[in-house]
């Protein structure tokens, strides 16, 4: 059974950074993408990162390149996503979620599992 626990929201200053973790469980090959979502009151989800099970390949909407970055720790089975010089737009609940796929696209279609979401808040 697929498992998907964020953690490390909060609120932070606009400029300010926060690491998001992923606690990714119960996949049994690196055949799948783990992305990171967010949802932002009265608008839909919008996908941000995701990378490729094996942490061999990384996409980004083009609202966070160059500030956020997505990366995994294979020890521990972590998806992480450093945000870095936030601003008060990047405020929103944000999911990881799992596709059973290889392709490196944030259609939420892909994704079957999901996580029950962490709130990032960037106010001042």
């Known amino acids: 059974q697929v498992q998907l626990v964020e953690s490390g929201g909060g609120l932070v200053q606009p400029g300010g950074s926060l690491r998001l973790s992923c606690a990714v469980s119960?996949?049994?090959?690196?055949?799948?993408?783990i992305g990171w979502f967010r949802q932002a009151p009265g608008k839909e989800r919008e996908g941000v990162s995701c990378i490729r099970g094996s942490g061999s390949s990384t996409y980004y909407a083009d609202s966070v390149e160059g500030r956020f970055t997505i990366s995994r720790d294979n020890a521990d089975n972590t998806v992480y996503l450093q945000m870095n010089n936030l601003k008060p737009e990047d405020t929103a609940v944000y999911y990881c979620?799992?596709?059973?796929?290889?392709?490196?696209?944030?259609?939420?279609?892909?994704?079957?599992?999901w996580g029950q979401g962490t709130r990032v808040t960037v106010s001042a």
């Open positions: 979620a799992a596709a059973p796929s290889r392709l490196l696209r944030l259609w939420l279609s892909l994704y079957d599992y």
């Open positions: 119960g996949f049994t090959s690196d055949y799948y993408v």
